[in-house]
C-alpha cells in the first residue's frame, strides 16, 4: 500500500474511533441536546443565533448559518443565523482600528441581546477574538456556546454549554463540529417549522 493510501485508511479509522466514542458518551448527547434546546427556545422568543471562529472554524461557521438562515432539508421560512465575519469591510477596520483581538467583541456589543445565541468555535478554545466575544455575549445575557477540541481551553470556564470533541487533531474535531452542527440544524428545523405532510 502507498503512502496516500494509508494516509487515507488512517484518517478514516481514526474518524471511525472518534465517532465511535462519542456514540457510546452519553454526557456528550445531552450537552447537544441542550444546545439544541437553547436554540429552539432563542428562536421561539424572537431572537437571533450568532456563529463566529477563525479559518476552517469560521468557515464552518458560515456554513452552519447558511442551514439556518437558508433551509436545511425542506422548504420553510428563513431563520436568523449569521456568521460575524461576513462583513469584511468591518472586520478590516476594526482590526486596523483596534486589534483583530476586538473583531468580534465590538460586533456582539451592536447586535447581540438577552436570550440570542452565541456559537463560538475553536478548536484550542483559546483564540482571543473568540474568547473576548463570549465574554461579551455573556455580559449581554446572551447563551453563549463552544464548540472546542477536548481541552474546552478558556472557554470551558465561560460558555454555558460545552461542545468538547475528545480530540487534540484539528481536522478531525472540525469534522465532528459539522456534524453535530448539522444535527442541530436538523432538529431545530423540524422543531421550529414541523413538516405536516412527508
Known amino acids: 500500500m502507498n503512502r496516500a493510501a494509508q494516509t487515507i485508511r488512517d484518517n478514516l479509522q481514526t474518524s471511525l474511533h472518534l465517532r465511535q466514542r462519542l456514540l457510546e458518551d452519553d454526557a456528550t448527547t445531552e450537552t447537544v441536546t441542550r444546545i439544541t434546546q437553547a436554540i429552539i427556545d432563542c428562536y421561539a422568543s424572537d431572537g437571533k443565533v ?110 454555558d454549554h460545552l461542545l468538547a470533541i475528545p480530540s487534540t487533531d484539528t481536522p478531525r474535531i472540525q469534522e465532528l463540529h459539522m456534524l453535530y452542527g448539522h444535527t442541530i440544524c436538523e432538529i431545530v428545523e423540524r422543531a421550529v417549522f414541523p413538516k405536516t405532510t412527508d
Not at 438562515?69 to 477596520?93: C, K, M, Q, W
Not at 483581538?101 to 460586533?107: D, K, N, T
Not at 436570550?115 to 465574554?135: Q, W
Open 50 to 159: 450568532f456563529f463566529c471562529g477563525n479559518g476552517g472554524s469560521a468557515a464552518d461557521a458560515q456554513h452552519l448559518a447558511a442551514e439556518l438562515s437558508g433551509r436545511y432539508y425542506y422548504d420553510r421560512p428563513p431563520l436568523f443565523a449569521e456568521a460575524l465575519h461576513v462583513n469584511t469591510s468591518y472586520i478590516t477596520a476594526v482590526a486596523n482600528d483596534y486589534s483583530f483581538a476586538e473583531i468580534y467583541s465590538r460586533w456582539v456589543t451592536a447586535i447581540g441581546r438577552k436570550g440570542d445565541v452565541l456559537i463560538a468555535m475553536s478548536t484550542s478554545g483559546n483564540s482571543e477574538n473568540v474568547v473576548r466575544a463570549v465574554k461579551k455575549g455573556n455580559e449581554n445575557g446572551m447563551v453563549t456556546v463552544g464548540f472546542t477540541g477536548e481541552s474546552g481551553g478558556k472557554l470551558a470556564g465561560l460558555c
